[in-house]
């Protein structure tokens, strides 16, 4: 069973850069089958996909975060990551990263536990 | 803002028939399969249906999904206290964004 850990940075200054790592346990983040995301959610709010990652390096991005949102790849320790430029305070949210399943679409399972971000000075 | 429009609440004794609907339009459910998360208090989501009305391994055959033109609804039968969560439906959009519901919150009364 695949697993994911969300790390990084939990307090980030507004107008910096925002930058969490997604650990892959249990699988290759290599398996073509699957695509791996981001999505985050501000406290009492609802769910925002912010973009997903294939194994050919391919991406797909919010097309309202598009332009601050950078997913990318380690196959070398199994991770993917997410840089998000420019932060406010409506960055501040819990990061959740998930695998997804090619053939399925918008399968998102196994999902990590969440890292919270807060973005202030 | 979300596309796709949930009823924010809803509610029921233990034993009821529970149903939430979700209101999307030709661009997104429409044209693509509905997803449902659940999120129980203070975890990370868990998909519940997928392909409008699949079930993954594990979820009780108590959920149920449906999905007619621009709607979709997600049916809980023999509510338990456990099913107090938020439910959320999901589905691609036209702007390849993978858009969810505003959520619905369950209590179970």
């Known amino acids: 069973q695949v697993q994911l850990q969300e790390s990084g940075p939990g307090l980030v200054k507004p107008s910096e850069t925002l930058s969490l790592t997604c650990a892959v346990s249990g699988g290759s983040i290599k398996i073509g089958s699957f695509y791996w995301s981001w999505i985050r959610q501000p406290a009492g709010k609802g769910l925002e996909w912010i973009g997903r990652i294939f194994p050919t390096g391919s991406t797909d991005y919010n097309p309202s975060l598009k332009s601050r949102v950078t997913i990318s790849m380690d196959t070398s320790k199994n991770q993917f990551s997410l840089r998000l430029t420019s932060v406010t305070a409506a960055d501040t949210a819990v990061y959740y990263c998930?695998?997804?399943?090619?053939?399925?679409?918008?399968?998102?399972?196994?999902w990590g536990q969440g890292t919270l971000v807060a973005v202030s000075s | 803002q979300s596309v796709l429009i949930q009823s924010p609440s809803a509610s029921g004794t233990p034993g009821q028939r529970v149903t939430i609907s979700c209101s999307g339009s030709?661009?997104?459910?429409?044209?693509?399969?509905v997803n449902w998360f659940q999120q129980l208090p203070g975890t990370a989501p868990k998909l519940l249906i997928y392909s409008n009305d699949q079930r993954p391994s594990g979820v009780p055959d108590r959920f149920s999904g449906s999905k007619s033109g621009t709607s979709a609804s997600l049916a809980i039968s023999g509510l338990q206290s456990e099913d107090e969560a938020d439910y959320y439906c999901a589905a691609w959009d036209d702007s390849l964004n993978y858009v969810f519901g505003i959520g619905t919150k369950v209590t179970v009364l």
């Open positions: 998930a695998v997804g399943v090619t053939l399925i679409p918008g399968w998102l399972d196994p």
């Open positions: 030709g661009s997104n459910i429409g044209k693509n399969t």
